[in-house]
């Protein structure tokens, strides 16, 4: 693994080489001293595998995109050196827990890879996770409603009650909708169904496979765990994902992404007509390719296809990847309250203040505002000396709102600490006012809740400008591919339909002699399958 991460960096980085080998060279030992050798390199065997038969592979996911080993090993493609991407938010040597690198994959050949590592490690020693759908708000009330032989109409009009919400309870949904407390106040039917709804909420309902968890061990996995076989004769562990983590065995995840079958379509029909293009050698800084996304018409284009999104990318007018990464990062719950803060900075530097002038360096690719875990671990590692593993500590502590550890930290922020493994010299000993570093400490107590993974942002702005590239430069390529993807739904080849034609290509009808399997490019317009 060494020789291979040696010569990925010279490839990688080139001139660059010899000043990122200390790096290189920290986090090979963080590895090995860890014991994660072995995960690594199985990572990159099955992902080596995938791209030698020309199954598409995500550019990465998730914080392993923060290391160097795994771009010079060819894991990921996103440069974190370039994105200031830190590998202690992936592996802190302080805190043993086991490294998490989910690859995506073309979602119509993954079973390809998984295929592959059941043939190289063996039968009995790679099985799929089982997970439990559990008895959720809406759902529970009609499996109650059911068993106590209730007119159907009248239980799915109460279980409608229940608001559309993400981890909406029945408890939550009497608060917030008075229809239904008084429904349950004044029908004693009505009562007994919410009571007993409410003992089997979030109860296991069912068993099925987890759609991409995958556990590889060292002998055959029965002599670990209990398996089970699935209706269809699969092979999967009778124990959840968080149980087998606990229990030390090795799980990765397969994922299976739309976008990246799309990306790869897109670019064979785009090599007809060019055989140029290549998405391993594409400019990032393509001026062109990031006006168009400015321009709000991002139909089709990876996370950047919601009505919220396309309005804040005509704000934000991204000129860089940067920008596309904090726009991510930006637009959910929360950090939105930032995105005022964020757009005034870059339109007018003069508006940017930083409470001393350590946070300058931390902060100005994004305007004065903390957007990210990374930059709430680069602070306390800058301003008050913390090491790399206590930075991540303080970092999960706060978006875990640990109240107590976050107040023990704070005086060892502001005015140091000598304990022995936990020595910092803190803000104050670094010439930043006490004053000064506890509203430093506020912000970052305010903001580490919303605050994003960096890393991960990177790696979806990263597939989101590709299809920007693809459509900017070859749209109907793109949208043909596009099309093809979302075949089995009528409502989503209709709205593709209208964006072709907004962009001016036609949609052929289906023609014997002309079409293909999907749908394909035909002279100026796109020929349906």
Partial sequence: MKADSYEGLEKRYAERADELRERLDYELGTIKNMGYVDYFLIVWDFIKYA???????????????????TYCLGITT????????LFERFLN?????????DVDFCYERRQEV?????????KDRVVQIVTFGTLAARGVIRDVGRVMDMPYAFVDSIAKMIPQEPKMTIEKALKVNPELRKMCEDDEEVKYLI????????????????????????????????????????????????????????????????????IQNAVLMARKKDPSVNMDTLDYDDKKVLEYIGTGKTDGIFQLESAGMKSFMKELKPNSLEDMIAGISLYRPGP???IPQYIKGKNDASSISYDCPQLEPILNSTYGCIVYQEQVMQICRELAGFSFGQADNVRRAMSKKKHKVMEAEREHFVHGCTEPGKECAGCVKNGIPEAVANEIYDDMVSFASYAFNKSHAACYAYVAFQTAYLKCHYPREFMAALLTSVLDSTAKVIEYSSECQRLGIKVLPPDINVSRGGFTVDGQSIRFG
């Fill in 114 to 122: 998984i295929d592959y590592v059941v043939g190289k490690y063996g």
């Fill in 78 to 85: 996103i440069d974190p050196i370039r994105y200031q991407l």
């Fill in 195 to 262: 009571e007993m709804a409410k003992r089997l909420e979030g109860l296991p309902r069912h068993s099925s496979m987890h759609a991409a968890g995958v556990v590889i061990s060292q002998k055959s996995v029965d002599e670990y765990v209990p398996l089970s076989r699935a209706a269809d004769g699969s092979v999967t562990t009778q124990f959840t994902m968080t149980t087998l983590e606990q229990l030390g065995l090795l799980k990765m995840d397969f994922l299976g992404l739309r976008t990246l079958t799309v």
């Fill in 93 to 101: 040597p302080e805190r043993v827990s086991m490294p998490d690198i």
């Fill in 336 to 338: 939105m309250d930032f």
């Fill in 51 to 69: 791209k030698d038969h020309g199954i598409a592979v995500g550019p990465g996911r998730g914080s392993a995109a923060g290391s160097i080993v």
